[in-house]
Structures are given as structure tokens and as C-alpha cells.
């Protein structure tokens, strides 16, 4: 996830990003992680304590940076964004690697997050060095927490299991970054989803003729707003998902898609 508004993207790697709206009264979808995964996750988590990596539900966590409620918070974050998918009735195929850095990834200063699409691994700050990062220039309007942080890494793991169900090449950007917003946005805690909401009055997209990766590169944080109010405004939302997970539904070509 870009800090910046102006996102740069390689063909193969996504960077998240996040911004608010007005949102249609409506109940809200909840997904629940059950008692039963929850116990799996502690265990997960616990048995990590003298090793380089641990299962964590769908990703392999590498457990060499971060503290435990770091990675606590990336392994519920990692269920949350499995659980959105689930309940779409779209499963993992293969596991995914998360890897916690503690300062810059990859060279990019100013990113808190990545998934690279042909090894399949997430990049992602810790939560301290996500902190410091943004200690100077808010996120979303917002300063970064618990909550936040969780949010970026069900962000960055979307992608990864997006990039899994895909029925087509090359992908379009603006697909994936509609589904990990949408993602990001269903699995939020309501009261940060608000608060976000609250900072950004952005109308939602009319349709996919509006969206495209130039207006994602401009403002990454309110293209996620206004898709995540595009998707609540659907007759059928978890259908237009499908959509464009196999192709049926797809934005305009733009040049910056993953292969």
C-alpha cells in the first residue's frame, strides 16, 4: 500500500491504498471467524515461538520480525480475508508467503505493503515500522492502530487469493484493486470503516467506464471509497465479484495489468 497518493506499480506486484464516502443505510454483511479457527489460529501462532515460519491459516508467516501481536494481527487479518472469499464460495488453491519487514520493502520508502504475483508472497511493515511511517502523513485521514494495520493485511492477502481465482490473463489493474478494497472495506472494524467515511465525501462509481488505473494512480485511497460504494450499491455485489474474477465484467485496458 502506497502512502502516498500517487501510486507507482510494477506488472507484477500490487500496492494497497484506502479512502471514504457516504455509505447507503443498509445492513452490513459481518463475517465470523469461527471458535474452532480462532483455537487453530492461537495454536498456529503459539507453536511459532522458536521458528523462522508458522502455518497461520492461508499464508506461511515468516516469524523472524514483529511481535507477537504483530503477527497475531497479520494471522487475523490473513482469516479475515479468507473468510470474505469463503463466503463467495472461493477457496485458497496454494498457500501464501507474508513476509514482515521492519523498515522500507523492496526499496519503496513510501509503501507499507505488497503482493507479488508470481511468487505469491506479501510484503507487509510491521506494525511498528507501519507507525513510524505514517507518523508524519496520516493514512485515510487517519493515524495508524490495531485496527488499520489489521485492515492492510486482509488488503494485501485479497489480492493474493484474488490472484489465485482468476480466469483470464493479463489482469486488469483496476480489478484487483476493486476486489481487495472491497475486501478491506467488508472485513473492517465498523467503527474505523466510519471513521474513514467521515474524511472522504466521494460519491460512489456509476459503473466500470469509470474506474481505470489512472484514477487509482492519482488517489489509490479515494478510488477504494468510491469502488467499495459501487459494490454496496449492487443489486447483486457478491455476483459483479465473480464477474470479475472470470472475465464476464472487465474495465477498459489500460496498459498497467498483470500477467
Known amino acids: 500500500?502506497?502512502?502516498r497518493e500517487a501510486a507507482d506499480r510494477d506488472k507484477v506486484v500490487s500496492d494497497s491504498g484506502l479512502n471514504g464516502g457516504r455509505v447507503r443505510d443498509m445492513n452490513e454483511r459481518v463475517l465470523q471467524i469461527s471458535v474452532s479457527g480462532l483455537l487453530l489460529l492461537l495454536s498456529a501462532i503459539a507453536s511459532a515461538a522458536g521458528g523462522t515460519s508458522s502455518s497461520c491459516f492461508t499464508i506461511l508467516l515468516d516469524t523472524g520480525l514483529g511481535s507477537a501481536e504483530e503477527r497475531t494481527l497479520v494471522c487475523e487479518g490473513a482469516a479475515k480475508a479468507r473468510a470474505f472469499?469463503?463466503?463467495?464460495?472461493i477457496e485458497l488453491k496454494r498457500r501464501i508467503r507474508l513476509r514482515l519487514h521492519a523498515a522500507e520493502i523492496g526499496g519503496r520508502r513510501s509503501h507499507l505493503g505488497s503482493y507479488d504475483a508470481q511468487l505469491d508472497q506479501v510484503d507487509l511493515l510491521t506494525l511498528e515500522g507501519a507507525k513510524a511511517l505514517t507518523?508524519?502523513?496520516?493514512?485515510?485521514?487517519?493515524?495508524?492502530?490495531?485496527?488499520?494495520?489489521?485492515?492492510?493485511?486482509?488488503?494485501?492477502?485479497a489480492h493474493?487469493?484474488?490472484g489465485q481465482q482468476f480466469g483470464f490473463h493479463p489482469v486488469p489493474l483496476v480489478s484487483q484493486e476493486y476486489i481487495a478494497y472491497v475486501a478491506?472495506?467488508?472485513?473492517?472494524?465498523?467503527?474505523?470503516?466510519?471513521?474513514?467515511?467521515?474524511v472522504y465525501a466521494a460519491p460512489a462509481f456509476e459503473g466500470l467506464e469509470e474506474m481505470s488505473s489512472t484514477y487509482y494512480a492519482l488517489d489509490p485511497?479515494?478510488?477504494?471509497?468510491?469502488a467499495w460504494l459501487h459494490y454496496r450499491s449492487l443489486s447483486d455485489p457478491d455476483g459483479f465479484i465473480l464477474d470479475?474474477?472470470?472475465?464476464?465484467a472487465r474495465p477498459a485496458a489500460e496498459g498497467r495489468e498483470w500477467q
Open 135 to 157: 507518523s508524519g502523513d496520516a493514512l485515510f485521514g487517519l493515524q495508524m492502530d490495531e485496527s488499520l494495520y489489521e485492515s492492510l493485511v486482509v488488503h494485501e492477502v
Open 244 to 248: 470479475l474474477l472470470s472475465g464476464a
Open 221 to 226: 485511497s479515494r478510488f477504494g471509497v468510491k
Open 160 to 162: 493474493a487469493i484474488a
Open 184 to 198: 478491506q472495506f467488508s472485513t473492517m472494524d465498523p467503527a474505523t470503516r466510519s471513521r474513514i467515511l467521515r
Open 1 to 3: 500500500m502506497p502512502l
Open 85 to 89: 472469499f469463503s463466503s463467495l464460495g
